[in-house]
């Protein structure tokens, strides 16, 4: 099955954020639609693709370093 946008995300579309933290007001992305939407849902009512609910940056993820090893913690 292919995933393609019909349009229907814009109606579900996300307001912008000034501090650019949109995950954490609970607000999740479509890789294929690549828009931020305001909905309960882990599909995209659009195309049906898995809903991003975290970022990919690495600001996210703070390291830790132990001894003479450096080991990256997700910070939730």
Known sequence: MGYCCKGICEEYKGKKVPNGSRYEIGQK???M?????TISSVRCP???AILRTKSRTKKNQRSKVIGDKIT???KN
């Open 29 to 31: 992305r479509c890789s």
């Open 33 to 37: 639609c690549s828009v931020f939407l």
């Open 46 to 48: 659009c195309c049906g």
């Open 72 to 74: 990256l913690t997700i």
